[in-house]
């Protein structure tokens, strides 16, 4: 028998620190009822000054804050968020993480957050629910499966695992996928290393480690302008009032440009809608990701049972949040197409995402001709995959006042000198 | 769906057009500094709110001409012709 003022020490302790999770912690509160979970991160209040502010509570903004308190010791930082936690693209994206990538720059990044990924349970304690159930690219021409296999060696160049897969590979990999049909399957390549990852525990994760360590979540904060003194960025105005910081991270997927029109920085992006949707939820048939990037269609299905649907994004500018319906007939067109027996499922959800895309389809990250204020936009349709390596790299930028190795091929001033990372025109279709 | 009204067929449905980005971005002179290259090349307004651009009418008559367009609500608020100025927009 515990004595009971153990138990009373134990509660007071649990109630003071973050509560880790755990199978003993599950039975712990199963014990007591469920009575006794704490909320996952603080509410903050918000102070008049901090060493450092991000705005924009998504993924990367979040990751940021995490790494900068965990890493870098820098914990007087608040994260701003115009609405509420994960809303934004981080609660809309498609949950797709990998690193097959064709250019060295992008696929060195990129594979740096797949690792980042693999160990995020342990790091965050929050179980992100990671799958790594392969994403497979698939040709549907001669031509194709000869840039699909320069492809694939380029990213098997870069270190990263890639493999080429017959017809019959993928039959037995993907059944309900059509081989035969108007977009007849010619081969593919997979990464098996790469699959999907609970987007909002992810969310959840890096906001519960940030705000653990310290860090000030503020949400309903929305900032409406920038203080500029001589020496670069003195702070920010928002909608709860004037907050000091000698240093501002930008990471607001959709507005970046407006944001950063705010402190007088012109962008290279174009905000577009891009959707994705969901069927009805059926039982276990496809364990892999298919991507066609002929027609422009993905497919997964969920944990939940439902099949996961994407593709590219609406084809003029917008920041309405809603997909069109010609761009939706298209990507359901190419996925009955491809999967026959998914045209008898019906649709449940469908809904879209601001994106902002810049002319090479690669983000802008790092410093800016602003001393003081950071970027790290312009991830277009994938910058879920990017979480903890923009979280990390940007982290490092900030605290050490110059680029990580990482992303220095990111930097805002490629466009003039034309030292541009062309992902898009590599792989045939936009990230 | 977007119900563009072409100023040469009338009002058509969105999979008859094609997008044809922002109007009004003149090529400047070859002898400009790069920043003023660079900025012709890759810099858009990229406006919440009405936006300027380019429509092609493909699977009509082929033809080109401008939209006004609100980028929050898609509400096309003018249509003009090519080579005509930005159209001055009420409230």
């Known amino acids: 028998m515990i004595p009971i003022g153990t138990v009373k020490w134990l509660i007071l302790v649990s109630s003071k620190l973050m509560q880790r999770y755990s199978v003993l912690q599950l039975a712990w509160q199963a014990l007591r009822g469920n009575r006794h979970w704490q909320p996952a991160w603080r509410d903050a209040e918000l102070k008049r000054s901090y060493e450092v502010v991000v705005i924009g509570g998504g993924g990367h903004g979040l990751a940021t804050a995490y790494y900068l308190a965990k890493k870098h010791g820098i914990r007087n930082i608040a994260v701003l968020e115009r609405g509420l936690i994960g809303l934004g693209n981080s609660g809309r994206n498609t949950q797709v993480v990998r690193s097959n990538y064709f250019y060295p720059a992008s696929s060195s990044f990129y594979d740096h957050s797949l690792k980042l990924y693999e160990g995020l349970n342990h790091e965050l304690n929050f179980n992100v629910m990671l799958s790594q159930r392969g994403v497979l690219n698939l040709g549907h021409s001669e031509h194709e499966m000869e840039m699909l296999r320069r492809w694939c060696n380029a990213i098997r160049m870069n270190g990263i695992d890639s493999e080429m897969l017959t017809p019959g590979q993928i039959r037995k990999l993907a059944p309900p996928l059509n081989l035969e049909g108007r977009y007849p399957v010619l081969g593919g390549f997979i990464q098996h290393r790469a699959g999907i990852c609970r987007h909002d525990a992810v969310v959840w994760g890096y906001a519960r480690g940030a705000s653990a360590l310290g860090v000030d979540l503020v949400q309903n904060c929305e900032v409406t302008g920038f203080v500029l003194g001589r020496n670069g960025v003195r702070g920010v105005h928002t909608s709860q009032g004037f907050i000091g910081a000698e240093r501002v991270v930008l990471s607001v997927a959709g507005f970046s440009s407006e944001l950063a029109r705010l402190a007088g920085l012109k962008l290279p992006i174009t905000t577009m809608a891009l959707q994705a949707m969901v069927t009805e939820p059926v039982k276990p048939v496809l364990d892999t990701m298919v991507i066609s990037g002929l027609v422009h269609a993905y497919v997964s299905q969920s944990d939940r049972g439902e099949i996961v649907i994407g593709g590219g994004a609406d084809a003029y500018n917008s920041y309405a949040q809603r997909g069109g319906l010609p761009q939706m007939r298209h990507v359901i067109g190419a996925v009955v197409e491809l999967f026959p027996s998914f045209s008898r499922l019906k649709l449940m959800r469908q809904w879209a995402g601001r994106v902002d895309i810049t002319p090479d389809t690669s983000p802008l990250m790092g410093l800016t001709p602003i001393e003081g204020l950071f970027i790290n936009c312009g991830w277009g349709t994938g910058g879920f995959k990017a979480i903890p390596a923009g979280g990390d790299t940007m982290a490092y930028t900030v605290a050490n006042g110059r680029p990580h190795p990482l992303i220095c091929g990111f930097r805002l001033d490629r466009f003039g000198t034309g030292a541009l990372i062309d992902e898009g025109a590599a792989a045939g279709v936009a990230h | ?91």
């Open chain 2, 1 to 91: 769906m977007l119900r563009i009204p072409c100023p040469y067929c009338g009002l058509r449905d969105e999979p008859e057009f094609t997008f044809g980005g922002p109007a009004h971005v003149t090529r400047p002179d070859s002898s400009v500094d790069d920043e003023t290259w660079t900025a012709y090349l890759y810099s858009r307004k990229n406006p919440v709110g009405p936006h300027f651009e380019r429509w092609c009418h493909a699977y009509g008559c082929g033809r080109w001409f401008n939209v006004a367009r609100d980028t929050r609500t898609h509400e096309i608020l003018k249509v003009y012709l090519m080579g005509a100025p930005a159209p001055e927009l009420a409230g």
